[in-house]
């Protein structure tokens, strides 16, 4: 599967494979087939929903069959508290987002996580940027959309990373430099970077 998504791959540091995959890339038929029979049970009804959430899923299972040495629906997934999957016993760690048009999947062999925002300027809210910012981050945003879209997406990486919830988002304190960001978040320091891969689309990932 992974030669299959060498057009999608997004470079970025930290140990980390990453891919930015169009929902519509891959056959709905071949994909559904990775799944058990529960999974495909549980995808949404509504079309456009149930395709990011096939795409999304067989990702995961697709790619790391390949690194376990197994077929796409023979291995259990668990969940942490806020439904997060994991693989217990096994030494690969992912993450996965999905927004608009794209799906964003990461594996690595620490934990991490990814967040994937559509910049949509309309969704700007300055009241809800006051509830999750510190103050040196709003004078960073001030009234630009991208940025604004920057530090949510930075800051839910961060929390994915920790199995946290989106209500934690005021939880998350970052040092903006570049592409790169440093996290603190009840003590723990966390490191992340900003990805761009497709126009209008900002992703994040944190370990």
């Known amino acids: ?66 690194r376990l040495g197994k077929s796409p629906e023979s291995f259990t997934l668990s969940h942490g508290r806020q439904g997060k999957p994991y693989l217990s016993e096994q030494p690969w760690h992912f993450n996965l987002a999905h927004s608009g048009d794209y799906v964003l999947f990461a594996v690595a062999q620490q934990p991490l996580g990814v967040d994937l925002e559509q910049v949509v300027p309309a969704r700007f809210r300055p009241t809800l940027l006051e509830r999750i910012a510190t103050s040196q981050e709003l004078a960073w945003v001030g009234r630009d959309v991208q940025r604004f879209f920057r530090l949510w997406c930075a800051k839910e990486a961060c929390l994915k990373r920790l199995g946290l919830g989106i209500a934690q988002l005021s939880r998350v304190c970052l040092q903006l430099d570049g592409d790169i960001f440093i996290a603190t978040v009840d003590g723990h320091t966390l490191e992340g970077q900003w990805l761009t891969f497709a126009e ?8």
Not at 19 to 26: E, H, I, K, L, R
Not at 200 to 207: D, E, H, K, P, T
């Open 200 to 207: 209008n689309y900002i992703g994040a990932v944190c370990i």
């Open 1 to 66: 599967m992974e030669e299959q998504l060498a057009p999608y791959r997004v470079p970025v540091s930290m140990g980390v494979d990453l891919w930015g995959v169009p929902v519509n890339a891959m056959d709905p038929l071949l994909l559904e087939a990775w799944l058990p029979s529960e999974e495909r049970a549980r995808l949404p009804v509504h079309p456009a929903n149930r395709l990011r959430s096939l795409v999304g899923r067989a990702l995961v299972r697709g790619i790391l069959a390949e």
